[in-house]
C-alpha cells in the first residue's frame, strides 16, 4: 500500500526536463500497457557476482519490468526488496491530463543493482543545539530510505540542551532541555527507530562524553567542571562551557544509570552506541577539585578510566562503540579493538586511524559538513573594536567556510591516497554531518537536501567512482523534484533552463 501511495500521489510531472512544448507523456487513447503485478520473491542465492561482499549481497536487488508489464523482483533480503521498490518508485512519472494514472517511458527494462561501495551510508544529524522535533526526523528517514542512505545517527545529546528523556532521571530532560515542550520522549525515541526499521534505515545515538555535556549541569550541578565559566572561550569550543567531572565517581555511578535505562530499550534498532569525545577542553579541569595541575599527562589516566567505564557498559550491552577521531589521534587511549573511529578533520586523519587497525567512518568537515559556510553565531563584544577574528568581523565566517555545494559534496573521494585493500576493507563507509548551531525545523530539509543525495550516490557507487556531470546534475535533479513531491522542502540543484535544454549549460 506504502508503494501505491508514493507512486499515485508523491511522484512528479518531469515537463521541466523538457524543452518548452514538448510532447513527451504517452497517449491516454487505451492502448498503453498497463502494471499488471509486482512480484517480489527472496532467495539465498546471490544476485550478480559483481556484489560479492556480505553487505553488498544483503542489499543487492534484480528488478525486471516484463513486455507483458509484470513486475518481478529478486533480492537476497528484504532490505534488498526495499531498495528495489524505491527502484521501481523512481521509473514512474505523473501524466499532466490524469492524476488516476502514472506511466513508466523505459519498460520493458531490468535492472541490477547493489553497492559497490560501503556498508554504512550515514546521516550525522544534530538535534540538541536547535530543536528538531520527531517528525520531522520521520521525514528525514523517509528521503534516506528513498537513497537508499542507511544509517542515521542522532547526535541527541549537548552542551547547549538534553531534549532526550531517560525515565529512570527524569529531571535530565525537564531541566536540561531548553522547554519542558522540547523532549524526546522515551515514546518518541522508540517511534523514530521503528518507523527507520521497516524502511531499512538503522536510527542509532550519540551521548557525547566527557565534553559537550554542560546541559547535566541544570539537573546534576555536582557533576560538570567549570559549567558556565567566562571567558567560554578559554574552556570549551563553543558556549556554553562545561564538561563532565573526571575525577569524581558519581559520574560513573550517572554513566551506569543512564545506559542502563537506555541500552536496554534501544538495542534491537542498530549495532551501534556512539560515545563522543570530542574537543575535549584541557582548561575547564582547573576547576575540578582533586586535579591539581590538567595537564594532559595528568588528565590522561583519568579520561582513560572514565571511557573505559563507559565502554564497558556500550559492549556489555552488546553495542559496537563508536568515538569520536580525538580519542584515539590525541589522547591514545586504550580502546576495545572493536571500537569505530569517526574521523571528521581530514582524510590524513582518516589514514592515521587506519593505520592502528581500527574500522572507520569518513565524513571531512572539508567537504561533508554541510552547516559550513553559513556563518558563524558570534557576536563582537564591541561592536565597535572587534576582535581580529573572522567569526566576529567581516566576513563573518565560521571555521569550515565556504558553503560546501552538492557537487563538492558528490567530489569527495575519501579514500585517495590509501591503496592498502587491508586498510579499505576497514573503511565501513561514511556519514554527512549537519550541526544543529544555525538549522531548525524550518531550515533542516533544504540543509540536507540535495547535498545528502549528492553524498548518498557515491556512498551507494564507491570513493573514487563519482565525477560531476550534465548526467548527474539532472539525476540529481530529478531526486530533487521526487523528494519535493515528498513533502521535503530540498534545495535546488540546476536552473530549469539548463534542465529544458540538454547541453545548454556546458563550459
Given at each position: 500500500?506504502?508503494f501505491?501511495?508514493?507512486?499515485?500521489n508523491?511522484?512528479?510531472?518531469?515537463?521541466?526536463?523538457?524543452?518548452?512544448?514538448?510532447n513527451?507523456?504517452p497517449d491516454l487513447d487505451g492502448?498503453?500497457?498497463v502494471?499488471q503485478?509486482?512480484?517480489?520473491e527472496?532467495?539465498?542465492?546471490?544476485?550478480?557476482?559483481t556484489?560479492?561482499?556480505?553487505f553488498?549481497?544483503?542489499?543487492?536487488?534484480k528488478?525486471t519490468i516484463?513486455?507483458?508489464?509484470?513486475?518481478?523482483?529478486?533480492?537476497?533480503?528484504?532490505?534488498?526488496?526495499?531498495h528495489?521498490?524505491?527502484?521501481?518508485e523512481?521509473?514512474f512519472y505523473?501524466?499532466?491530463?490524469t492524476?488516476?494514472?502514472?506511466?513508466?517511458?523505459?519498460?520493458p527494462?531490468?535492472i541490477?543493482?547493489g553497492?559497490l561501495?560501503?556498508?554504512h551510508?550515514?546521516?550525522n544529524l544534530d538535534?540538541s543545539?536547535n530543536?528538531?522535533?520527531?517528525?520531522?526526523?520521520?521525514r528525514?528517514?523517509d528521503?534516506?530510505a528513498?537513497?537508499?542512505?542507511n544509517?542515521?545517527h542522532?547526535?541527541?545529546t549537548?552542551?547547549?540542551?538534553?531534549p532526550l528523556?531517560?525515565?529512570s532521571?527524569?529531571?535530565?530532560?525537564?531541566?536540561g532541555?531548553?522547554?519542558t515542550?522540547?523532549?524526546w520522549s522515551?515514546?518518541?525515541l522508540?517511534a523514530?527507530?521503528?518507523?527507520?526499521k521497516?524502511?531499512?534505515v538503522?536510527v542509532?545515538l550519540?551521548?557525547?562524553?566527557p565534553g559537550?555535556t554542560?546541559s547535566?549541569?541544570?539537573?546534576?550541578?555536582d557533576?560538570?567542571?567549570?559549567?558556565h565559566?567566562?571567558?567560554?572561550?578559554?574552556?570549551?569550543?563553543e558556549p556554553?562551557s562545561g564538561?563532565?567531572?573526571?575525577?569524581?565517581t558519581?559520574?560513573q555511578?550517572?554513566?551506569t544509570?543512564?545506559?542502563?535505562d537506555?541500552?536496554?530499550?534501544?538495542?534491537?534498532?542498530s549495532?551501534?552506541?556512539?560515545?563522543?569525545?570530542d574537543e575535549?577542553?584541557?582548561n575547564?579541569?582547573?576547576?575540578e577539585t582533586?586535579?591539581?595541575?590538567?595537564?594532559?599527562?595528568?588528565?590522561?589516566?583519568?579520561?582513560?578510566r572514565?571511557?573505559s567505564h563507559?565502554?564497558?557498559l556500550?559492549?556489555?550491552?552488546?553495542?559496537?562503540?563508536?568515538?569520536?577521531e580525538e580519542?584515539l589521534l590525541e589522547?591514545?587511549?586504550?580502546?576495545p579493538s572493536?571500537t569505530?573511529?569517526q574521523?571528521w578533520?581530514?582524510n590524513?586523519?582518516l589514514?592515521?586511524v587506519l593505520?592502528?587497525g581500527?574500522?572507520v567512518?569518513?565524513?571531512?568537515n572539508?567537504?561533508?559538513?554541510?552547516?559550513?559556510?553559513?556563518?558563524a553565531?558570534l557576536?563582537?563584544?564591541?561592536?565597535q573594536?572587534p576582535?581580529?577574528?573572522?567569526?566576529?568581523?567581516?566576513?563573518?565566517m565560521?571555521y569550515c567556510?565556504p558553503?560546501h555545494n552538492w557537487r563538492?559534496?558528490y567530489?569527495?573521494?575519501?579514500?585517495?591516497?590509501?591503496?592498502?585493500?587491508?586498510q579499505r576493507?576497514?573503511?565501513?563507509?561514511?556519514e554527512?554531518?549537519?550541526?544543529?548551531e544555525?538549522?531548525?525545523s524550518?531550515?533542516l530539509?533544504?540543509?540536507?537536501w540535495p547535498?545528502?543525495?549528492?553524498?548518498?550516490e557515491?556512498?551507494?557507487s564507491?570513493?573514487?567512482?563519482?565525477?560531476?556531470?550534465?548526467?548527474?546534475?539532472?539525476?540529481?535533479?530529478?531526486?530533487r523534484e521526487?523528494?519535493?513531491?515528498?513533502?521535503v522542502r530540498?534545495?535546488?540543484v540546476?536552473?530549469e533552463w539548463?534542465?529544458?535544454n540538454?547541453?545548454?549549460?556546458?563550459?
Amino acid at each position: 500500500m506504502r508503494f501505491k501511495d508514493n507512486v499515485f500521489n508523491r511522484t512528479f510531472i518531469p515537463a521541466k526536463f523538457h524543452p518548452r512544448g514538448a510532447n513527451f507523456e504517452p497517449d491516454l487513447d487505451g492502448s498503453e500497457n498497463v502494471l499488471q503485478s509486482v512480484k517480489v520473491e527472496l532467495s539465498k542465492r546471490g544476485i550478480s557476482p559483481t556484489f560479492n561482499s556480505s553487505f553488498a549481497t544483503k542489499e543487492a536487488y534484480k528488478l525486471t519490468i516484463g513486455r507483458d508489464s509484470a513486475v518481478q523482483i529478486l533480492a537476497a533480503s528484504s532490505v534488498g526488496a526495499l531498495h528495489a521498490l524505491q527502484t521501481l518508485e523512481q521509473l514512474f512519472y505523473g501524466h499532466s491530463r490524469t492524476k488516476e494514472k502514472v506511466y513508466c517511458p523505459n519498460a520493458p527494462i531490468s535492472i541490477v543493482d547493489g553497492p559497490l561501495g560501503f556498508e554504512h551510508r550515514g546521516i550525522n544529524l544534530d538535534i540538541s543545539r536547535n530543536w528538531i522535533p520527531p517528525e520531522d526526523v520521520v521525514r528525514v528517514i523517509d528521503a534516506m530510505a528513498f537513497n537508499k542512505l542507511n544509517f542515521l545517527h542522532i547526535h541527541a545529546t549537548d552542551a547547549q540542551s538534553w531534549p532526550l528523556d531517560i525515565p529512570s532521571l527524569p529531571s535530565l530532560a525537564q531541566k536540561g532541555a531548553y522547554d519542558t515542550t522540547q523532549i524526546w520522549s522515551a515514546k518518541d525515541l522508540h517511534a523514530v527507530q521503528q518507523h527507520g526499521k521497516l524502511r531499512g534505515v538503522s536510527v542509532y545515538l550519540e551521548i557525547d562524553i566527557p565534553g559537550h555535556t554542560t546541559s547535566i549541569h541544570h539537573s546534576h550541578p555536582d557533576l560538570i567542571t567549570a559549567a558556565h565559566r567566562e571567558p567560554w572561550s578559554k574552556y570549551a569550543a563553543e558556549p556554553p562551557s562545561g564538561q563532565l567531572k573526571l575525577n569524581h565517581t558519581p559520574v560513573q555511578e550517572f554513566l551506569t544509570t543512564v545506559f542502563n535505562d537506555l541500552f536496554p530499550r534501544i538495542r534491537s534498532f542498530s549495532p551501534y552506541f556512539h560515545l563522543g569525545g570530542d574537543e575535549l577542553n584541557i582548561n575547564a579541569y582547573s576547576f575540578e577539585t582533586g586535579i591539581n595541575r590538567p595537564t594532559k599527562s595528568n588528565l590522561l589516566p583519568l579520561v582513560q578510566r572514565l571511557l573505559s567505564h563507559a565502554l564497558n557498559l556500550t559492549t556489555s550491552h552488546g553495542f559496537t562503540p563508536i568515538l569520536w577521531e580525538e580519542m584515539l589521534l590525541e589522547w591514545n587511549l586504550t580502546l576495545p579493538s572493536s571500537t569505530v573511529i569517526q574521523t571528521w578533520r581530514s582524510n590524513a586523519a582518516l589514514a592515521k586511524v587506519l593505520q592502528t587497525g581500527h574500522r572507520v567512518l569518513f565524513g571531512a568537515n572539508t567537504h561533508w559538513y554541510l552547516d559550513c559556510g553559513h556563518g558563524a553565531f558570534l557576536d563582537p563584544v564591541d561592536p565597535q573594536n572587534p576582535p581580529k577574528d573572522g567569526k566576529v568581523r567581516p566576513p563573518y565566517m565560521d571555521y569550515c567556510a565556504p558553503y560546501h555545494n552538492w557537487r563538492h559534496v558528490y567530489a569527495y573521494d575519501p579514500l585517495a591516497g590509501i591503496s592498502d585493500p587491508e586498510q579499505r576493507r576497514r573503511v565501513l563507509g561514511g556519514e554527512v554531518h549537519l550541526w544543529g548551531e544555525l538549522t531548525d525545523s524550518v531550515t533542516l530539509d533544504g540543509m540536507l537536501w540535495p547535498r545528502a543525495a549528492a553524498a548518498a550516490e557515491m556512498l551507494w557507487s564507491g570513493s573514487g567512482r563519482t565525477r560531476v556531470s550534465e548526467d548527474v546534475t539532472r539525476r540529481l535533479a530529478e531526486m530533487r523534484e521526487r523528494l519535493v513531491g515528498k513533502g521535503v522542502r530540498a534545495g535546488m540543484v540546476q536552473m530549469e533552463w539548463c534542465l529544458r535544454n540538454k547541453g545548454g549549460c556546458l563550459l
